[in-house]
């Protein structure tokens, strides 16, 4: 040792490692060798030395390296966007977050995300509504109520779920579930018509709650799986805490699994929110693709940034493909705030969370 | 305050091993009695069958009578939950709720209970504190989490929660397994104290700990590894420990054997 100090703290264990196995073999019988880099060293003189080039600081590298990458991705990601973005931002013609309506390929190109921002985010939050408490049901049926034999395969058909193609789902909503959907929004637009969201004159079907409701499918198994995951990792030992002193089993469920668990439903429910915010052919093929700010969610409409890349990339110019680039940075950011307040949410109750370890 | 419990030909099965066979016992209010016996006899399966903590395993399941104040609790019309209201329990380990403060810890029996109002809950927690000696040390502090606390805080912590609800009779299962000798005391200290309000039955490995703080002691046994646990003698603890009648009580407390 101590031909190199400043790493001496990471190699520790590898140089006890090495030494022992020298030493191993060395017990075995094998002669001391001469020549200081020979193994089965070790009876001979002084420590052995450590390997300057070895696994350990190769492998250092190679993670340094895996990690420096996610950056440099990052920022080119990031700088690509910005250089296409901004000359078609300075060519357009209206304002870009306050105008309704996308028309960037002509001469005067006019474009603004507001409408688009506006249908990703209801059609997002709407989803989750409808995922979370039947997701978090499920999560619950299959790690506290269900038993095993039936727990396990359902638990396999929910992941199964997951990995059915959006596209697929998109179809599926288009041609299939559209039409209970439409005659549950005749029924709706019928009695509660005087609900401003459940309004208008029709036709009725490619809306915002189709998109929204195959997206709560496409977002179910995910948010299901994980919370179900959190849910068993609650110790036993508080739950016996809950039950011992007189909780019913919904009661032991509220008093132990699921504030344990509630840091683990938040990424959750954010992971799934992440995929609905950025899931885009699926709704390119359900929505009803309009250019409005309408609360309603039963008509004919509905748009959102990702299907409207999809729709519009075909037949764009320059100027077009740097405006549908300028709505990608907005949804961006769009998720990178849902993420960040995901995180502040967690992190402020994190002196909970560490005290239990 | 404190109930009888009498156990009549209990037998305990996780599936279809039995884990214990036949015990009949009686426990009188307001005493400490101690389960001992070597590791696999049933003692806290017994222990955990009295409160019907048994039950919640998948698969166990109990044959016998087991009486609080003569009311059968396997009766078919008898409410679990309330059951275990009456019956407290502490385990081996502390097992504080990790979310909660410790003030949140103390009055969680109370929530389930329904208590919501403030002044009461506020109450319940400095009485159940005070209690289980704990208050001066947390008097400060009510909002920081509980599982901050040491290990030995932490269990009478355990202890504060499970007398805040007032129950008849305290099961303690092994309850300074994981402590050192100091907070192990601390809570047999205070085991002397609640004596004067509750029933107490302890399930420990430590013999001296029996000798101590005990009134009555029994002896649990196996004859060997698969075969259920007996109850092979239940008298005074000074008995017990001075002249017990059977020759298996006395190999064990010896140290002859397990």
Redesign the interface.
Known sequence: MGDTSPRSAETGTGGTLTTDGRRGSAGGGVPPAHTPDSPGLGGGGGLPRRTRFGMESGFRVLTLAAGAMVLVIIVAIAVFLISKAVPALRANTENFFTFNGWSPNGTEPRFGIAALAFGTVLSAVLALLVAVPVALGIALFLSHYAPRRIATPLGFVIDLLAAVPSVVFGLWGRDVFINPVRDFSVWLNEYFGWLPIFGGDGPFGRSIMLGALVLAIMVLPIITSLSREVFLQT?A??E?????????KW?MIR??VL??G?PGIIAAVMLGLGRALGETIALAMTLGITFDISANLIENGGNTIAANIANAFGEANDTGRGALIASGLVLFAITLVVNMTARAIIYR?R???D??A | MAKRIEAYNVSSYYGSFKAIDNISMTVEPKTITALIGPSGCGKSTFLRSI?R?HE?LPGARIEGRLTIDDQNIYDSDVDV??V??MI??V?Q?P???????IYENVV??L???GVRKKSLLDEACEKSLVAANLWNEVKDRLDR?G??LSGGQQQRL?IA??IA?EPQVVLMDEPCSALDPISTLAIEDLMFKLKDRFTIIIVTHNMQQAARVSDRTGFFSIDKTGDPGRLIEYDDTQKIFSNPSEKKTEDYITGRFG
């Open positions: 110790p030992m508080n016996e805490a809950a039950l011992a002193l007189g909780a019913t009661e008093t132990a504030p344990y509630k109750r002196e909970f969370r005290s239990a | 409160n903590m919640v939950t309330a275990r209201r407290g329990m385990f380990r097992n504080p709720f990790p979310t909660m403060s969680a029996g929530r389930l209970n989490p599982a901050g355990c929660r499970t609800v």
